[in-house]
């Protein structure tokens, strides 16, 4: 139901994102938890607010989710709220270049 609400009615609606955080760590749900942590960080004010859940969310993406292409994404938003550390993007570039290599191999590949 709280996972409803944000992407149904109002994904502003912070106690929902608050309490899906919550339950789907509680439960294990990574799905759910990456969509409240995408919302919570959309709304974060302060880029030390937005480098921390993006570096929360690349681990869940790498380590639960096993999705490279928000891994990455989320590796980038981290970089563009604390371009001066550049320790997490050091720890993924292997994982980085595995997914440039599967990219590159896929024949659904545009390069």
Do not use: G, H
Request: aromatic share 4%.
């Amino acid at each position: 139901m709280l996972r409803d609400i944000l992407t149904n009615l109002d994904p502003n609606f912070v106690p929902a994102i608050e309490e899906l955080i919550a339950i789907a760590e509680a439960d294990d749900d990574y799905p759910s938890l990456a969509i409240a942590l995408e919302r919570q960080r959309a709304l974060a004010r302060r880029a030390e607010e937005r480098a921390d859940l993006s570096e929360r969310l690349a681990d869940l993406y790498e380590d639960k989710l096993r999705d490279l292409e928000k891994m990455l994404a989320s590796l980038r938003s981290w970089t563009e709220a604390a371009p001066l550390n550049p320790s997490r993007c050091a720890e993924c570039v292997p994982s980085w270049n595995a997914a440039r290599r599967t990219q590159t191999c896929s024949p659904r590949s545009t390069r």
